[in-house]
């Protein structure tokens, strides 16, 4: 709730304080100036930066290897694009701020400090789960035949990076750690 009140109501009036300091200080014509070059820019930037990042996500996948970096790049540059492209100098700093590769290296690692250990991947190999071919999607008895170890339903190849997962936020135990979740056996 307080990121909203934040976001929607303090931050415009940031920026307007801001803007008409600005102003004050150089004139109003060359700060809308300011502001247009800067909307000129941060779209120019955000073209060079997506292109990278769009890149360099496509030879991730080309090398099988999963792209997690690069989507958080992505997202980031994204981000920083439209903060740019936003009138006004606050939301331009923290723009700029994701659109630059060393910033955005600094703020890839506080998201993924402020995330760790709060989501859980768990999966197996060719094994049950949305897709796989022991749940309700799939397989089991009443639901068909069942595919060939290497193989999914529909007869497609697994391939070594195949593999279905579910995710789950993990509960905190008060103490700010967090633990797997206990899973009973049926």
Known sequence: MWFVVLLFILLPI???YVIIQVGELIGA????ALLILDAVVGAMLLKHQGRGA????NEALA???FPGREVVDGVLIVIGGTL???PGFIT????AFFLIPPTRAIARAVLRRFTIGRIAVVGSVGGGGFG????PFGGGPGRGPEPGPGARPGGRPLRDYDFDATAEEMPSNGNGSRELPRREES
């Not at 331009?92 to 723009?95: E, K, L, P, R, T």
């Open 14 to 16: 940031a920026e307007i």
């Open 63 to 65: 090398q099988r290897r």
């Open 92 to 95: 331009d700093v923290v723009g």
């Open 29 to 32: 014509w060359p700060t809308v």
């Open 84 to 86: 740019l492209i936003t």
């Open 132 to 135: 796989g071919w022991s749940g």
């Open 54 to 57: 769009w890149r360099r996500f």
